[in-house]
């Protein structure tokens, strides 16, 4: 029995509960026990799934958990992280750059595992969605916002801003800035993320353009917080700069994890490339295992 196994993809770190290996619990109380650095494995999020035997040609379903046990509806780099998982498990299978298909709770990701030694992965995320309505948005009354969300006056405390925001599986927020620091994500972060104007919170990132083809990001998750990366987070960026004419059809966006390379079709829909590695496996110790049914009996 393995009770989970952990993968990074430059730095952003998710643990995996297969229910095909362990009959731990998954409920918002165990994830965001896993997750604790301190009291559990520690990660951003939880991959559980496959939620059905995969079976080739058939989309694998799984569901995605953020640290604070809410629900995550698309991870560029938990897809990525869960599509070397499979192909760890069942390299016969998955492992041999065919394109296959992931299936969460914001639809259908095309995912090709490129070099499986190095964990290079490759997946689409679909066309971004700029409308208000989409994310959602609300205007300054409280009333729900209509339109194109390029540029959006935002007043966060006795800050003026103009963000883009967008909805590519998940809502994000991008902030243009002269330097993105971690200092800036940690600090006005949480109040953009949290926001009266984003009803379902908002992902936000905050982006320096260095060239036409070369993106810095700065990320700050509205489930996890600060985060050393974020695959969706690129892709918004991308996105956004590319709609606002800031870059070309294909960027390599940095983040302090590390990078990663995002293409953008004509049509607006992304596919992101990059790295991602296991770095453990194994099961919880007794009393972790303890802890873990105690929360599950709870949220009964």
């Not at 007043?155 to 927020?173: D, F, Q, S």
Request: aromatic share 6%; proline share 8%.
């Amino acid at each position: 029995m393995t009770d989970f196994f952990k993968y990074q993809a430059l730095g952003n770190d998710y643990v995996v509960i297969d229910p095909r290996s362990t009959d731990v619990p998954v409920t918002p109380e165990s994830v965001r026990l896993v997750c604790d650095r301190h009291f559990g494995i520690g990660a951003d999020g939880v991959l559980y799934g496959p939620l059905e035997e995969p079976r080739p040609g058939v989309p694998v379903p799984l569901a995605l958990f953020n640290s604070d046990g809410s629900v995550c509806e698309r991870s560029g780099n938990g897809l990525r992280m869960f599509a070397l998982h499979l192909a760890e498990r069942e390299p016969g299978t998955w492992a041999g750059g065919e394109p296959f298909t992931l299936r969460t709770a914001a639809g259908d990701s095309p995912v090709q595992i490129l070099d499986r030694a190095a964990g290079i992965v490759q997946v689409g995320l679909g066309t971004p969605v700029f409308d208000a309505a989409a994310l959602p948005l609300l205007d300054e009354d409280g009333t729900p916002a209509e339109g194109p969300t390029l540029s959006v006056p935002l007043t966060v405390g006795e800050r003026k801003l103009t963000v883009t925001a967008l909805h590519n599986g998940n809502p994000h927020t991008v902030v243009p800035v002269a330097e993105p620091t971690a200092e800036l994500a940690r600090s006005l972060g949480p109040e953009i993320a949290g926001h009266a104007r984003f009803p379902l919170r908002t992902n936000v990132q905050f982006l320096r353009v260095v060239s036409r083809s070369v993106l810095e990001i700065e990320v700050y998750e509205r489930g996890a917080g600060y985060a050393l990366a974020s695959g969706s987070s690129a892709c918004a960026a991308a996105s956004a700069a590319r709609e606002l004419g800031l870059c070309d059809d294909r960027v390599e966006v940095r983040m302090p994890g590390g990078s990663v390379t995002v293409a953008l079709a004509p049509d607006g829909s992304v596919t992101l490339t990059g790295e991602s590695q296991q770095v453990a496996a194994g099961v919880f110790a007794p009393a972790l295992r303890a802890r873990l049914g105690r929360a599950a009996e709870a949220a009964r």
